[in-house]
């Protein structure tokens, strides 16, 4: 089973600062099948990025997503007060399980 | 508008058993394979089971198998999971979620909520 660490924990930050999460495999994964979620309270996740970088139908351009093998970013440019919420890396495709990320906390400084 | 809609959780004893059932509607749900995603109070996500469109493949997470069915009736546009020998640690929120491929699981529902106690 593949384990994906996600970094830090939590992030604390004001509106209009950049925001970098990050999310480690424990062993190489395809890129073509990584995605990120955000979750907001008492709601379903949310599809934000797939296959590393592409942004899903509907998601602004100031998020973007990088990385490759073992080591993939999500960035928000420059945050909006809707973007405080928890997302999670997860990998899919290929074998399962697929697994995700215990979780970033992005909140509000 | 695609929209899943999941139903069925309940307060169930140890031991005991349930039925989700997931309805779909806004896509052809016969074109696509689907997941059961779960998340205990407080906590993250975790996959448990997958279908495909046809039902020719089926896969658990260890934390499920055996005690877990995962299900489809694609002409009702439904997907279902049993669930039988429930344990206190599978209270969580289910959801069902589809599986767009390349494009991972790309809609959600609202989720179903499991508790399992005495």
């Known amino acids: 089973e593949i384990v994906l660490t996600q970094s830090p924990g939590t992030l604390s930050l004001s509106p209009g600062e950049r925001a970098t999460l990050s999310c480690r495999a424990s062993?190489?994964?395809?890129?073509?099948?990584f995605a990120w979620y955000q979750q907001k309270y008492g709601q379903a996740p949310r599809l934000l990025i797939y296959?590393?970088?592409n942004r899903a139908t509907g998601i602004p351009d100031r998020f973007s997503g990088s990385g490759s093998t073992t080591d993939f970013t999500l960035t928000i440019s420059r945050l909006e007060p809707e973007d405080f919420a928890v997302y999670y890396c997860q990998h899919y495709g290929g074998s399962p399980p697929w697994t995700f990320g215990q979780g970033t906390k992005v909140e509000i400084k | 508008e695609v929209q899943l809609v999941e139903s069925g959780g309940d307060l169930v004893q140890p031991g005991g058993s349930l039925r989700l059932s997931c309805v779909v509607s806004g896509f052809i749900f016969s074109d696509f394979s689907m997941n059961w995603v779960r998340q205990a109070p407080g906590k993250g996500l975790e996959w448990i089971s997958y279908i495909s469109s046809t039902s020719s493949d089926i896969f658990y997470a260890d934390a499920v198998k055996g005690r877990f069915t995962i299900s489809r009736d694609n002409a009702k546009n439904s997907l279902f999971l049993q669930m039988h020998s429930l344990r206190v640690e599978d209270t969580a929120v289910y959801y069902c979620?589809?599986?767009?491929?390349?494009?991972?699981?790309?809609?959600w529902g609202q989720g179903s909520l499991v508790t399992v106690s005495s």
């Open positions: 062993q190489s994964v395809s890129s073509n099948y």
């Open positions: 979620a589809r599986d767009n491929a390349y494009l991972s699981f790309d809609y």
């Open positions: 296959g590393t970088s």
